[in-house]
């Protein structure tokens, strides 16, 4: 380490043949039919790969940290000791059936960083640290995030120590088992947080963008909506004469489609799941049940859906001769990233020259909660067809590579 | 019987008193909370209650016949010997859950019209006959509708052997188990059949008719429909991005109801069963499937607006970027009615001066299949709010007074 980086230099290229050559490694962890990897959290697979992590953490010169919830922090020492670790991370485990890069490709890419910085002989001013968060997908352990949510002070020590899986096992005891849980309960201080993660949705594919700078995380609203009519007889009973929950339901879904596209690009309204209380094809339906999932990365504008979602429900049930009852469910504030974060990523993309475009995380990410604590910010990375949580999850070496490049831009500037 | 009925004569008066207490008689067989029945075909409940009519008749003075099905037509001799048999009757056997009139009211109706002759010593030219139909519901026993199937030569002799319920049980094993197995696959003749019958929907009640001349029984048409688009993420995927097969089959749903209001007041356009591949609150869903529930009395109206449901499904799939196949399930022919069973009808409705209107049974009824092989029509008695199955099920007793006035009116003109 005998340089230090300044805006005089040509930018640095990360090597993108050992960051794919790394995902192929770790994705053989856990391989499943069709390209695809199952490592949930704390199982001998997830194990597996966090060793192979960690080697590669101490072949890399890094110190790593283990706190309390698992959370691996891999840790470059910087060469100003007032400074705070500037982190990169994402997780390693992954869905039953997922794919070999949501969460990987973020831990892969700060270690990449990290590893460009040796070769380079470039020392930042700021420690920078490899964080790999435990339990991101919720699978075996419910809830998801739960390493980060441990980390922002979303979940105690004591709901940490309760946590179970399906079968009764406690979350402490198969960490421990593993060799995976951390003796320190205090949580390792980060000054700035930076995730790349695949967009697992369409719109950089689809806009042709090479790299999305991630602005904020949407907000989440679920409505229950129970539909209640009267169940009748298909064949004696007039269509002018039926209180049709299913029918009722049915001009909600198409209608609440409407006031999502009426409420711009940024909007998601979506019903996932409907149920009826009967199920015969000669029965009008008595009651109906759905769920509506209401995103947006503005505070006000998701009330303001959330608001009208709710009213449509109302309208049409009474429209239609049936009741409607409208309980929120979840609701999940949305996050706005730090702007010094957003700024060095955004910097980074524009002087490489890269297509890219600001964007809202559609889905929740370890991110959104270290947001609350940290300076955070996150890139995305395009995925093919949007499609992810499966084994056909595709992101290109190039990709990766342009948005591992702009990370090592961001990380710099922040470190400096 | 000492007299022959002539048109100069003032109209008789069938006991109401009488019809209403068999009724309750037969509702404590079998008596479930609620003011309801379960009597299941052949089972000891329904042995119990046939036995129970087999007394009345024979205290009636009624020669009773038991057929290879277990129908029962129980005779009362004519004046000409080379008369036919005019018979009516219904079903005593329920849905598990069942009400105390669904059948009952044909049965009772029928010996009610003979018994109110006997007591004014009136003979007709042509027999008469009280007929219970077996196992009209198919519950325990399928198909539904297995008597009158038979009778009519829709199942044969085999498939009648072959007839068994979920347990194993054979239907011959049981019905010769509980004493109603005739020995005789030999049908016995009708010149005509009269069946009475509760509307089981709202259409009588709504429009304050006390009868309901039935002219028809509707016909039958189910689509299975197959909608196919893309799983995808609720988060990621904006609203312009989607193929959603829940959306695009509530889009349909919707025009489905429209179509069915179009084309009239006698046409039924009904989805009772909607079921989705997928099941989260966040999954855009890929693939739904729902069955249309399409009835007409009219032949051709009802293939014309089967086909512009089938149209509507592959349009509105085009336009929500999905496909859909539509597949013909069960198509049945709508049964019109014999004109003179019809009219005799008409006319007893109309000398007593009853609200009538001529109606078009949606449901099936044995009267459908026996109208394959005998001159048959039937009359409806409202029920309350249009309930049927259902332990609230309920007709009053004047109105079923009133209909088996008109009953007794068509059977003496159609045996004089």
Sequence with gaps: ?????????PPLQINADRLWARHMDIARIGAIAGNGSCRLAMT??????????????????????VDRAGNMVAVRPGSDPARGI??????????????????VSGVLAALEAV?????AGIATAAPLAVVNWTNEEGVRYA???LGSAWYAGLLTDEALSDTRAADGMLFDDEARLRGWLGDSSEKIPLAAFLELHIEQGPVLEREEKQVGVVTSVQGLT???????????????????????????????LAALNEAGLECGPAARVSVGRLTTATDGPSTVVGEAAFVIDIRHPD????????????????????????????????????TQFDASCVRALEDGAARRGYAYRKIASGALHDAANVAKVVPTAMVFVPCR???????????????????TNVLLDALLDLAR
Tied chains: 1, 2.
């Design 299 to 334: 505070t006000g504008t998701l009330a303001g859906l959330t608001a009208k979602c709710t009213a449509i429900c109302e309208t049409l049930a009474v429209q239609s001769g049936c009741t409607a009852t409208v309980t929120q469910r979840i609701s999940v504030s949305p």
């Design 1 to 9: 380490m005998t340089r230090i980086a300044n805006d005089a230099m």
């Design 44 to 65: 001998a697979e997830d194990a597996e790969a966090r060793a192979l992590l960690a080697s590669w953490c101490r072949d890399a010169g890094l110190e790593l940290r």
């Design 385 to 403: 067809d949007g499609i992810s949580h499966n084994v056909n999850e595709y992101a290109s070496p190039e990709d990766l590579a342009a948005g």
């Design 86 to 103: 500037v982190a990169s991370g994402s997780h390693l485990d992954t869905q039953p059936h997922g794919g070999r890069f949501d969460g």
């Design 143 to 145: 809830p998801g995030l």
């Design 115 to 119: 590893e460009t910085l040796n070769d």
């Design 222 to 252: 679920w409505l229950d909506v129970r539909v209640s009519g009267t169940d009748a007889h298909a064949g004696t009973t007039p269509l002018d004469h039926r209180q049709d929950a299913l029918l009722a339901a049915a001009r909600m």
